[in-house]
């Protein structure tokens, strides 16, 4: 029976915010930072996972990853589905911990990280990526994943199970679909807020050129500036290419739809994150008076609490999942079932570092086994920080390329650890040597 | 220019689980703590404040609160409401840490134990207890205290100004009867989930004999113990007395129904926490079947947002502000102007450590400065732990006393740092040489 017999928790950061990669109307200087953690087994592979922060704070993140090594050390490598729910039921269960959210913020996101390590380490064991892992489970299975508190009024086990029953027919296609031509992509690289129009209309253009059919552009800052750089995208992009845009939290209810209706005439797809990612009936005001610009939300949404709301109030109608926002595999199973029972596609988040390599394999379990559907879906592409990882996400002609290693694709190279260690690695302290 | 030249930051907990004080339904042993952080000024008084946790994790809160420090070391003690808003500002504003709620958790509660000890500080500085720092503003000033972001759909800095204006008329002769009479108390002392019938009786008892006219009781175990507890209360403080019950966020919202329906013969006065801090939408559809029984709800609710909708919905009818959970004093101020605005009456939260010595202070404020009113208000009252602390909460004929001392009454005695420091400290280690 093999043991996790310890854990490192290492605090890695990337000097994003010298070239302004990520930079947005709320976040004007990133460095993309991983909380990262590696679950030590006393035989066979370890486990990887992390918790995606931009910065100051990733050392708290570490500390609260740590703090949940009583949960894991010394404790039996979770192999089944039914293990992988025991160990997510007692990090979120812990009461002590738990009064530090509950479910949110810190807390959850290091209950997050360790989930996610435990299935990257239980899926490299049955020697299967996360998303096959996944797809190979019953529907008992993963309706036994998720813990239904505070959901029965919008799903119950028995709706759950019935979702995941109906798209069993058809599922090995689907798997040979995906391992043939993979899954949409869109690109947000061309859109940070602190590049050059220049840039903006060099970077639209090679999207497009690409194989792209939807890019994202980040907005807020200044009306007049929007409208002038949503301009050369679409100019730059043409009429038959989504454009999203993103004002990453910036707004009020008033502000968002006068906002929207300015940049209208150009055409865009969604507005994502237009105000508080807490604001259920704010992101309602605004989806009611902008249709049919969609709303967009999940980036920062806490928790299943949260998006099942904001399913029931009709305030999204693109839902983005974050791999590593929520605590972990299982309630990003349980925010899939919630999508495919309001009727909502998923788009998941990925502009960090990281979340690229995680989320791919959600989605195409979202498509293997509980929609069967990628219409008007697809995964965000940012074309930075994959050479960190030892599974990098790959996008080929505007499509992911289906990762076949095993695991959740968490890993990051041990060089990248040392290098980018904070603050003692080479990287922060300028000794190259 | 006085300056703040360090900081300290403590982990103390209290062991509260040996004697299942503060046990409920989701917090079965919780161990009282605090991540306490000390301002110090070169010159004049220091500043206080903490969070409030329940035991493991308190160390996460304190590193959390620590690496707020470039934020103020250095910086010139705060005295006035708008050098105070600036640091409230400069604290939620910074764009790395904030992804860690944003304004959420760990995160969000280090800011509040930051923003609640320059209050102190400033307070201090001013020889007057909060309260009356508080009360002594100008409507202007208070208004600038606050960050509308998010709020202005249901809130503006105009209609906060009306109503705190609206208020001026009286308010020497509020903060006469507050000195005189103090602010009414209810008690949770006899309702904790793991005490006896006997225990809960007898303190049900002694409660209406120290002039209690209401008291609160957990439930959410089981519904077989919960009816005979409540007949037990009922029957032992009579038909005048109210009786709030506390399920602490147990049930789903058809379970909270039943469950409440089954109750409400013994004529609870609210349910408090019937289901998730972040399910508004689940609140309102308890509230609306459950009427006239009222649903409050406060202590984890994460910030200003959730309670903007909580109100809009009619989510709650009576909202408990926590003095350690938000933002701080600035957000609570907002919290305040809020209810007002929606006509719903403020009970706080006061189950913890300090919790009491805080929260008193805004409630007055709230008398004196904002509603007028303390028709159908109370402020929560559990009798312990308040030894430990400088200026303690004093409860007389289940009315708070007016505090007096200058300050936020966050102060512990510094023998209570030296026993109770976690690990280190002589209860922890049972060094009690």
Redesign the interface.
């Known amino acids: 029976m093999p043991i996790i017999n310890g854990i490192d928790v290492l605090d890695v950061r990337f000097p994003t915010s010298r070239e302004l990669d990520g930079s947005d109307a ?6 993309y930072s991983a909380a990262y953690v590696v679950l030590h087994a006393d035989e066979g592979p370890d486990g990887y996972g992390f918790a995606f ?5 990733n ?3 570490a ?2 990853i740590r ?1 949940l090594e009583p949960h894991v050390v010394g404790k039996r490598v979770p192999e089944t589905a039914a293990e992988l729910a025991a160990l997510s039921a007692e990090l979120v269960g ?16 290091a209950v997050g990280a360790m989930v996610n390590a435990a299935w990257d380490l239980a899926a490299r064991r049955a020697d299967k990526p996360v998303w096959r892992f996944l797809a190979d489970m019953t529907p008992e299975e993963v309706v036994g994943l998720i813990d239904f ?5 919008a799903l119950t086990p028995d709706e759950a199970y019935e979702i995941l029953e109906r798209c069993r027919e058809g599922k090995q296609q689907r798997i040979e679909s995906l391992l043939a031509n993979g899954y949409r992509a869109y690109t947000t690289s061309p859109g940070w807020l602190g590049y050059s129009d220049d840039k903006l209309v060099r970077l639209s253009k090679q999207a497009v050129a690409d194989g792209f059919d939807m890019i994202k552009l980040k907005v807020g800052g200044s009306l007049e500036d929007d409208i002038r750089r949503l301009r050369l995208a679409r100019a730059a992009v043409g009429d038959d290419i989504r454009i999203a845009v993103d004002a990453n ?1 910036r707004w ?3 502000t968002a739809v006068e906002w929207m209706r300015a940049l209208s005439p150009f055409g865009p797809y969604w507005i994502e994150e237009p ?8 992101h309602q ?1 605004i989806a009611r008076q902008i249709a049919p610009i969609k709303v967009a939300s999940g980036e ?1 949404v ?2 299943r ?2 998006f ?2 904001m399913l ?2 009709e305030a999204i109608s693109v839902l983005q999942i974050d791999a590593a926002r929520v605590g972990g595999v299982n309630e990003n199973v349980a925010i899939l079932l919630l999508a495919a029972k309001f009727g909502v596609p998923v788009c998941p988040h990925a502009g960090g570092v990281g979340l690229c390599e995680l989320v791919r394999h959600l989605s195409m379990f979202d498509f293997v086994s509980v929609t069967g559907s990628q219409a008007n879906r697809a995964i965000e592409w940012v074309d930075h920080l994959h050479e960190h990882f030892t599974d990098p996400a790959v996008v080929r002609a505007g499509y992911y390329v289906a990762p076949t290693k095993p695991g959740f694709s968490a890993r990051m190279h041990d060089a990248t650890l040392r290098r980018y260690q904070f603050p003692e690695g080479p990287e922060w302290t300028g000794d190259n040597a």
Do not use: C
Request: glycine share 8%.
């Open positions: 709320m976040n004007p200087d990133p460095d922060t931009i910065g100051r704070g050392d708290v993140q500390a609260a703090s812990d009461s002590q911990f738990r009064w530090l959210g509950p479910e949110k913020g810190v807390a959850h996101m508190r505070y959901l029965t009024d939290q009020d209810v008033s105000t508080s990612p807490d604001d259920i009936l704010g005001a920062h806490q928790n609490v949260v099942k709301q029931q109030a």
